[in-house]
């Protein structure tokens, strides 16, 4: 079991970036892949990025690549999202993943642990 904490999520400027925080935490392991869905309102949620244990590997949703970035720090307990170019679209909540193992996937089933989410709007 993994334990997701997300932080960061909060009104922005369509165009403005905004950078979101997943902190994991609970039992010893050694690779957790991890990543990011989000939910807009009356849509089903769609993932969004993920990240290899070791940060090597990464997946991003089509449509944003090369506006979002995800990372993870040295010590593979925390995966961030760097926003950059937001859009109105881009509104949602945003839930941290994780999965403990060396696979990396991009389906909801790829991921067991889920946080709680942290709300994302981008005004025009």
């Known amino acids: 079991q993994v334990q997701l904490v997300e932080s960061g999520g909060e009104w922005v400027q369509a165009g403005g970036s905004l950078g979101l925080s997943c902190e994991a935490s609970?039992?010893?392991?050694?690779?957790?892949?991890m990543g990011w869905f989000r939910q807009a309102p009356g849509k089903e949620r769609e993932f969004v990025a993920s990240?290899?244990?070791?940060?090597?590997?990464?997946y991003y949703l089509h449509s944003v690549k090369g506006r979002f970035t995800i990372s993870r720090h040295s010590a593979k307990n925390t995966v961030y999202l760097q926003m950059n170019s937001l859009k109105p679209e881009d509104t949602a909540v945003y839930y941290c993943?994780?999965?403990?193992?060396?696979?990396?996937?991009?389906?909801?089933?790829?991921?067991?642990?889920w946080g709680q989410g942290t709300q994302v709007t981008v005004s025009s």
């Open positions: 993943v994780a999965e403990e193992g060396y696979a990396l996937g991009t389906t909801e089933a790829d991921f067991g642990s």
């Open positions: 990240i290899s244990w070791n940060g090597a590997s990464t």
């Open positions: 609970g039992p010893t392991f050694s690779s957790l892949a």
